[in-house]
């Protein structure tokens, strides 16, 4: 079993093209599988019904492990037997039409639009750190940029006349996107820097060694200004989260939100539809005479 596994995650890795992060959460979810397998003495891929997936599902459940955690394990191990029955090894998938428990929906954390203002106006020293930093906040907010495709980002994925980001997304598809004016202002104060660091690739965002910074450092950097500016814990996908809020709250138009996103199912974008309504729920609070609560003097 472990070898089968093994296999399919060398496929995702090599054919599939999918990054670390994502490869990560898949050897981490079918590992679980796995170890659950060998508790239920079930020695092949084929072996496992969908009534034991069923009973590790509710035991997982009773200890603890949240709808959208189960979510993501039946999701992984649907994928890996697609790859196994497209391999002659299984003959039906144990996770189909299996459904986890439903737990309490999760809405994304954003800034509001003076939040990120204030997040972004802030004073500004001049020198390499700060122009990067300033340069990778203004472009998570500008373009909804993903953690990985921000410091996957190279020279070439940047056309700063035509005001275009290009970059490569899951599943290793590429997409186009807008870079806002202060963006460009900043990669253009931010790219000369830059060149005198002597990069050691094309990569957009380096160390101050050259380097290409890594996720761990960008996250770093993201919650200290965080603090600096705001008072709060800040990460980049607050940021993106903000920019996909904003856009739809503006436009109403949640399939342009979609391609900006790099979403491939629409339901993924859905969520931000409830972030938008609770906006128009607590304009109508505060606006419409039947809404206001008795006593308000207002």
């Known amino acids: 079993m472990q070898d089968l596994l ?23 979810d079918l590992s679980k599988l796995l170890v659950l397998c060998t508790q239920e003495q079930i020695d092949s891929w084929g072996t496992l019904d969908t009534a034991h997936l069923r009973r590790m599902v509710g035991r997982l459940h009773m200890q603890g492990q949240s709808s959208r955690s189960l979510a993501r394990l039946l999701s992984a191990t649907r994928g890996l037997y697609r790859y196994l029955i497209r391999e002659g090894r299984c ?25 990120t203002a204030q997040l972004l106006d802030g ?30 980002l190279n020279l070439d994925g940047l056309d700063l006349p035509a005001g275009l980001v290009r970059v490569i997304g899951k599943g290793n598809k590429t997409r186009e996107l807008p870079l806002g004016r202060m963006a460009r202002e900043a990669m253009e104060l931010w790219l000369p820097l830059r060149a005198l660091a002597g990069p050691a690739d094309g990569a957009v965002f380096i160390s101050q060694q050259g380097r290409r910074i890594g996720p761990r450092a960008v996250q770093l950097r993201v919650r200290q200004a965080g603090v600096r500016e705001l008072g709060q814990h800040l990460h980049p996908h607050m940021l993106r989260h903000s920019f ?37 729920a607590t304009v109508y609070d505060q606006a419409h005479p039947r809404a206001k609560r008795k006593g308000n003097p207002e």
């Open 123 to 152: 004073a500004l020293e001049d020198d390499f750190i700060a122009r990067r930093d300033q340069a990778m906040l203004e472009l998570f907010y500008s373009s909804g940029l993903r953690l990985s495709e921000l410091v996957g």
């Open 244 to 280: 996909a809020s904003h856009m739809l709250e503006s436009s109403q138009d949640l399939r342009a939100v979609q391609e900006l996103l790099g979403h491939a199912d629409i339901a993924t974008t859905q969520v931000y539809t409830h972030l938008d309504f609770q906006h128009l």
């Open 6 to 28: 093994d296999a399919y995650l060398e496929h995702l890795r090599s054919e599939r093209q999918l990054s670390s992060h994502t490869l990560s959460g898949y050897g981490h």
């Open 91 to 115: 003959q039906s998938d144990p996770a189909s039409g299996l459904m986890p428990p439903k737990g309490a929906r999760r809405l994304p954390k954003t800034l509001d639009a003076d939040r």
